[in-house]
């Protein structure tokens, strides 16, 4: 089970940090991810993070701006969002991936369990 915190209302350059707690597996076997969706879009990931920590991927778009990291003591990976745009607006999920171990991976065919997502709305 995922439950993704953090979301809100930000102007634009501000930031957030979104938090997802998981339980029910060895949360430091799996690698974890943040996708997002915004209205009448497809999901796309933002970032991932293997299951070590010592490996993410972000997507361009999100690159020097957004920091995925994880404490395994915690069961939680966080999205630390920084200069955010009006573009970054859409409901952001987290995911674990299906399969333990493995480098990081930013195919969301590759994460088994979703929470429920949480909404980010960056006003101009």
């Known amino acids: 089970q995922l439950q993704a915190s953090g979301g809100g209302l930000v102007q634009a350059g501000g930031s957030l940090r979104l938090s997802c707690a998981a339980s029910g597996r060895t949360f430091s076997n799996y690698g974890m991810g943040w996708f997002r969706q915004a209205p009448g879009k497809e999901r796309e990931f933002v970032a991932v993070i293997n299951w070590s920590g010592g490996n993410t991927v972000y997507a361009d778009s999100v690159k020097g701006r957004f920091t995925i990291s994880r404490d395994n003591a915690k069961n939680t990976v966080y999205l630390q969002m920084n200069s955010l745009k009006p573009g970054d607006t859409g409901v952001y999920y987290c995911?674990?991936?299906?399969?333990?171990?493995?480098?990081?991976?930013?195919?969301?065919?590759?994460?088994?369990?979703w929470g429920q997502g949480t909404q980010v709305t960056v006003s101009s």
């Open positions: 995911a674990t991936r299906r399969q333990a171990y493995g480098s990081a991976s930013f195919f969301y065919t590759d994460y088994a369990y």
